[in-house]
């Protein structure tokens, strides 16, 4: 019996294409940002224009945050 949670493999025969992966978030000097456990800030440097990671200003301390930006939202 399979496992109906797994995820369905694709085959190299198949003639569907594969779900396209998500585009990397990227952040810019000043982008306003939402943060899931720091709240809302502003972007005031970024690494490797914006897709390593994002040094953060939420008013109270800066935080350095690294992709994959998990909790991180561009507003």
């Known amino acids: 019996m399979t496992n109906p949670t797994s995820p369905r493999r694709h085959l190299p025969t198949s003639p569907f294409r594969t779900a ?9 000097v000043g982008d306003r940002v939402s943060h899931d456990e720091f709240g809302l800030g502003r972007a005031i440097s970024v690494e490797g224009d914006g897709t390593i990671a994002v040094l953060v200003d939420f008013g109270s301390r800066q935080e350095r945050i690294t992709a994959p930006f998990a909790k991180l939202f561009l507003l």
Do not use: I, M
């Open 20 to 28: 396209a992966p998500p585009p990397a978030k990227r952040f810019a």
